[in-house]
Structures are given as structure tokens and as C-alpha cells.
């Protein structure tokens, strides 16, 4: 459970705004007017069933602006609030995702993310080293258009090994001192 928020002091409503004070829009109950944005829009302070207290515009509630706000954010995260979610989806539409899904992580392309000048400058090697590991396909390469991309991936490894030998070849400074 969240801890509650802490609440801030009421604004004097202007006689103009049409308050919506005790009204529930989805989790959200409006508890009080909690003055207007620098566009001159009304915003309320509104309490979450979590018991989270949130500040939102009043297009947002009404659903003039935007779409409309059910809560805090707590309802994205609510588990039976996804599910109803996914079945909204047909299931022939889901098989088809999941289908992709398995088929991209058998797969496991390389994300070829990064140009070889800029794996250079990672692993502090030349553009020519570069260009001799992706041919001896110790980083996994392609071209496009006429540029060599290697996986960002196979860079990251290369530089986490370059610091784990690194640190294996260090010694501590007592150990040097002491005899």
C-alpha cells in the first residue's frame, strides 16, 4: 500500500468555476479546488482510493482534454485492470503477437545500434581494430548504406571484460607496503 500523500491547504474557489467538489470520476473523488494553471484552467485536488492525493485539470476529469483520468496511476498498475485489457484484444490478434514475440527471441537478432566510429571510441581501440574484429566476427556487423553498424550488445560485453580484467589486475595497496 502507498503512503498517503500529504495534503495541501484549500484555494478559495472563484465564483465562475463550477465545482465539482464530491464528485467520483472513476477512483478519483474531488475534495477540493486546487487553483488554475498559468492558461487560467481549473485544476482539483482529487483522493485516490489508494489514498494518494493528486492534483488534475479539470478537462482531464470532464474529459475535454487529453482523455480522461480515472486515478493516480495506481489503476495502470492493477493486475485484473490489464487482463481486462488484454481480453478487449481478439484472440486471434493476441496468438499473432505472441507468435512474433517467441519467434524475435529465438531469433535473437543483434541490435546493430551503434556505427563502428563510435564502438571505437567506446573501447578506446582504432576505427581499423574495429573493422578487423567485425571480419574476424568477434562483433557481429552489417552494412548500411555503405556505414559498418556493429551490435551494441557485443561492445557492451567487450567493455564490461576490458573492466573485469582490469580489476583482476589490480593489486591492493597493502599488499604492495607490506612484506
Known amino acids: 500500500m502507498r503512503k498517503k500523500s500529504v495534503l495541501p491547504d484549500p484555494i478559495p474557489m472563484p465564483a465562475r468555476v463550477r465545482s465539482l467538489i464530491g464528485c467520483r470520476f472513476g477512483r478519483l473523488v474531488v475534495r477540493f479546488y486546487a487553483g488554475s494553471d498559468k492558461w487560467h484552467k481549473s485544476r482539483w485536488c482529487c ?35 490489464r487482463r481486462a485489457a488484454r481480453q478487449k484484444v481478439p484472440a486471434k490478434k493476441r496468438a499473432e503477437i505472441c507468435r512474433k514475440m517467441r519467434e524475435s527471441v529465438k531469433a535473437r537478432k543483434p541490435a546493430y545500434s551503434m556505427d563502428a566510429h563510435r564502438a571505437a ?3 578506446n581501440v582504432s576505427h581499423e581494430r574495429i573493422l578487423i574484429l567485425a571480419k574476424d566476427g568477434v562483433i557481429r556487423s552489417t552494412y548500411k548504406r555503405g556505414n559498418l553498424w556493429v551490435s551494441a550488445a557485443d561492445v ?3 567493455i564490461a571484460h576490458d573492466e573485469r580484467q582490469k580489476k583482476a589486475t589490480r593489486c591492493p595497496l597493502r599488499a604492495i607496503g607490506a612484506k
Open 47 to 81: 483522493e485516490c482510493d489508494c489514498g494518494n492525493y493528486v492534483r488534475v485539470p479539470g478537462g482531464q476529469l470532464l474529459g475535454h482534454h487529453h482523455g480522461l483520468t480515472k486515478s493516480c496511476g495506481c489503476l495502470r498498475a492493477d493486475p485484473d485492470v
Open 121 to 123: 571510441q567506446l573501447l
Open 156 to 158: 557492451a560485453n567487450m
